[in-house]
């Protein structure tokens, strides 16, 4: 089970973090993804951290600007979101995967086994 949390209403320019904590498996064992769907749009990758953290991966739109991190103690993997936009605003999504998709596989929603519910970001002009 995946839930995210920390979702919210943002200014242009400003800071979220969502964290998403997993429970019923060995988390150490997933490669974590984060997706967002906007209203009226597929929803999209955002980026991937690896089962080991070794590797972090980030769609070009949010490269330099959002950042993965996730202890693997605690269960956790958080998504920093910096210097937000207006185009950033949707429902945010964590996924897992059992250790590496594969390259470029990561991107792909179809990779994913497991899927939270969402958390809705919403950046104001």
């Known amino acids: 089970q995946l839930v995210e949390s920390g979702g919210g209403l943002v200014q242009t320019g400003g800071s979220l973090r969502l964290s998403c904590a997993a429970s019923?498996?060995?988390?150490?064992?997933?490669?974590m993804g984060w997706f967002r769907q906007a209203p009226g749009k597929e929803r999209e990758f955002v980026g991937a951290?690896?089962?080991?953290?070794?590797?972090?991966y980030f769609a070009d739109s949010v490269k330099g600007r959002f950042f993965i991190s996730r202890d693997n103690a605690k269960n956790v993997v958080d998504l920093e979101m910096n210097s937000l936009k207006p185009e950033d605003t949707a429902v945010y999504y964590c996924?897992?995967?059992?250790?590496?998709?594969?390259?470029?596989?990561?991107?792909?929603?179809?990779?994913?086994?497991?899927w939270g519910q969402g958390t809705q970001v919403t950046v104001s002009s």
């Open positions: 996924a897992a995967v059992k250790r590496w998709p594969g390259s470029g596989a990561y991107k792909q929603l179809s990779s994913y086994n497991y």
């Open positions: 019923g498996r060995t988390f150490s064992d997933y490669t």
């Open positions: 951290i690896s089962w080991n953290a070794y590797s972090t």
